[in-house]
């Protein structure tokens, strides 16, 4: 999904992209991103190669693009009745897509191919999964004046989202600080921005 690559050739067919979509999620979790070749995601979608190079470069573009599409539907933003419930909802959501998605599990693993891959990095950078939810959550909080509005949006998306990535990346126990508790400590943290 470079967004700096030209286009060439026939515009993209959609059947052909979900196929390319689904068969990079299944490959993925059915033979692992060292063995993830474009040549086997074109075989199991149904596409020659040359189409899957004409809209994509790499493996992990493709897998890119399929994690982004699929965090767009899993990660909603439906509002709840107060912000604590908001932020509960948020963190059991990308808790629940980091930890058991398998577009969850093609983000993780090319957070973890990113710490070696500067063009991996750099794709993971090209767009924020939690960005639009959290945001959403954050507005509700200001407009219910529960945070205030100078409160800077970037830095309280990194205090609401650094803890679920430490606990899928780590595997640490929800059990060990349940997510109402932990909720409230970040929510009582985003307030403190402002201070």
């Known amino acids: 999904m470079n967004e700096s690559r030209p286009r060439t050739g026939r515009p993209r067919s959609e059947q052909s992209r979900q196929a390319v979509l689904h ?39 493709v897998l890119f693009e399929a994690a982004i599409t ?20 948020y963190l059991d959501g990308a808790e629940r897509f980091l930890t058991t998605s398998d577009a969850g599990l093609a983000y993780r693993v090319l957070v973890g191919e990113a710490q070696h891959d500067a063009e991996v990095a750099r794709l993971l950078g090209s767009a924020a999964l939690f960005e639009k939810p959290v945001h959403g ?8 004046g529960d945070i205030a509005p100078a409160v800077p949006f970037a830095e309280a998306a990194a205090i609401l989202t650094g803890p679920v990535f430490y606990r899928a990346l780590t595997g640490a126990a929800r ?21």
């Open 70 to 89: 699929d965090a767009a539907k899993e990660l909603s933003d439906t509002p709840r009745a107060t912000t604590i419930e908001d932020v509960v909802a």
């Open 137 to 144: 959550v954050l507005t509700r909080a200001v407009d219910r």
């Open 23 to 61: 068969a990079v999620d299944d490959l993925l979790v059915e033979v692992g991103y060292a063995a993830l070749t474009m040549k086997g995601i074109a075989e199991r979608a149904g596409v020659g190669r040359q189409t899957i190079y004409r809209w994509w470069s790499t493996k992990a573009e």
């Open 175 to 195: 059990s060990e600080v349940p997510t109402a508790v932990l909720a409230a400590a970040l929510l009582a943290a985003v307030r403190d921005l402002t201070h």
